[in-house]
Nanobody, 122 residues
């Protein structure tokens, strides 16, 4: 089963930072676009960011632009999400998945993992 293992979440105060990791399990990341998503249980999963297979193109949801940075290390088979200036509204479970592209209407190509919980609270 093609899946990612997410980690790095936790409880942080507003204005703090976290670095999420997304490690590929059972496949290599080469040649795959990868996206980070967020979801509150019971609600629709939303795109946070995406990075192209080469790593030279990225995009972000408006709500996180200027605060979050996506990156990848193919040698480590891992994609990262650096989250700075965190706000309470960033609280969610964060997931990653391979995508057919980083455009709005791409397909999800991997199974969803367990995600990692990010809680921003004082």
């Amino acid at each position: 089963q093609l899946q990612f293992v997410e980690s790095g979440g936790g409880l942080v105060q507003p204005g703090g930072s976290l670095r999420l990791s997304c490690a590929a399990s059972g496949f290599t990341l080469d040649h795959r676009h990868v996206g980070w998503f967020r979801q509150v249980p019971g609600k629709e999963r939303r795109v946070v960011s995406c990075i192209s297979s080469s790593g030279d193109a990225t995009n972000y949801a408006d709500s996180v632009k200027g605060r979050f940075t996506i990156s990848r290390d193919n040698a480590k088979n891992t994609v990262y999400l650096q989250m700075n200036s965190l706000k309470p509204e960033d609280t969610d479970v964060y997931y990653c998945a391979a995508r057919s592209s980083c455009s709005d209407f791409s397909l999800i190509l991997t199974s969803w993992g367990q995600g990692t919980q990010v809680t921003v609270s004082s």
